[in-house]
């Protein structure tokens, strides 16, 4: 059954339009509390300066850390109420890969934390974030299946 659950949020990730279109190299590996993404780097994620640009941490590690929380509930999609990164070095070749973890969870709210590497295992930043279930449930319609 964990499995199935797993399977379907990778298919979801992998499946939404932002990740087919514009994050279109990435790959995601969801267990119990935990997730792994990666993602190629590219010059269209590029700011002025010729490194990946803030967005794209943020993206990473926020999705890292929701699809820990996501793992541990089975019925309804959880939101992101906040989050916080910290950038540590500018990346702008290689691999990039997110590890999120769930440090807390009550009956529906959650803390996760997450991680990005440079292909090299540096640790390029790290991000905290607070979770809530919805009332929206995980079906096709949204991409769970």
């Known amino acids: 059954m964990a499995q199935n659950h797993y399977g379907k949020l990778e298919k979801m ?7 087919k279109q514009l994050f279109d190299t990435s790959t995601i590996k969801i267990s119990n509390g935990e997730s792994a993404l990666s993602l190629e780097v590219s010059e269209k994620y590029f700011h002025a300066l010729g490194a990946i640009h803030g967005a794209v941490y943020f993206k990473l590690l926020d999705d890292a850390a929701f699809f820990a929380v996501q793992s541990s509930v089975k019925d309804v999609f959880v939101l992101t109420t906040s989050f916080n990164i910290n ?4 990346v702008n070749e290689g691999k990039l890969i997110a590890k999120g973890t769930v ?5 529906s709210f959650f803390i996760a934390e997450a991680t990005l590497f440079d292909q090299k295992g540096k640790e390029v930043a790290f991000g905290t974030g607070h979770f809530a279930k919805s009332k929206i449930p995980l079906s096709d319609k ?4």
């Open 142 to 145: 949204i991409g769970y299946q």
């Open 87 to 90: 950038i540590i070095r500018p």
């Open 103 to 107: 440090r807390f969870q009550s009956r």
């Open 13 to 19: 990730y992998l499946g939404a339009n932002v990740n």
